[in-house]
C-alpha cells in the first residue's frame, strides 16, 4: 500500500520560513518524480515544485527564489523548505509521486498570517 504522509505544514508570520517532509512508503522511491502542489481557499491545486529521479529541479514562477525542493532517497523522503514566506503562499500543501502510477498523501495547511 502506498502512502505519503506530509508533515511540517502550520502558522508562520510573513517573512518566516517552514520545512514540509513528505514520507514515503510502499513506492521504490528513488524511481519517482516528485513533486509539492498547493490548493488555496477557492482557487485550483497548482503544482509549486518538482524534482526528478534524477534530481532536476522546477519550480513555479512564484516560489523562484524563495522555495526549495529537495529529496533523501535513503529515507524516502522529499523536502519543501520555505523561505521569505507571504499571505498568498497560504494552501494546503500536498506531496506527490509520479511514475507511470501517480499518488497523492493527504495534505499539510500552511497558513501564513501575522
Known amino acids: 500500500q502506498v502512502q505519503l504522509v506530509e508533515s511540517g505544514g502550520g502558522l508562520v508570520q510573513p517573512g518566516g520560513s517552514l520545512r514540509l517532509s513528505c514520507a514515503a512508503s510502499?513506492?521504490?522511491?528513488?524511481?519517482?518524480?516528485m513533486g509539492w502542489y498547493r490548493q488555496a481557499p477557492g482557487k485550483e491545486r497548482e503544482l509549486v515544485a518538482v524534482?526528478?529521479?534524477?534530481?532536476?529541479?522546477n519550480y513555479v514562477d512564484s516560489v523562484k527564489g524563495r522555495f526549495t525542493i529537495s529529496r533523501d532517497n535513503a529515507k524516502n523522503t522529499v523536502y519543501l523548505q520555505m523561505n521569505s514566506l507571504k499571505s498568498e503562499d497560504t494552501a494546503v500543501y500536498y506531496c506527490?509521486?509520479?511514475?507511470?502510477?501517480?499518488?497523492w498523501g493527504k495534505g499539510t495547511l500552511v497558513t501564513v498570517s501575522s
Open positions: 506527490n509521486a509520479n511514475r507511470v502510477s501517480r499518488y
Open positions: 524534482i526528478t529521479s534524477g534530481g532536476s529541479t
Open positions: 510502499g513506492i521504490i522511491f528513488r524511481l519517482y518524480n
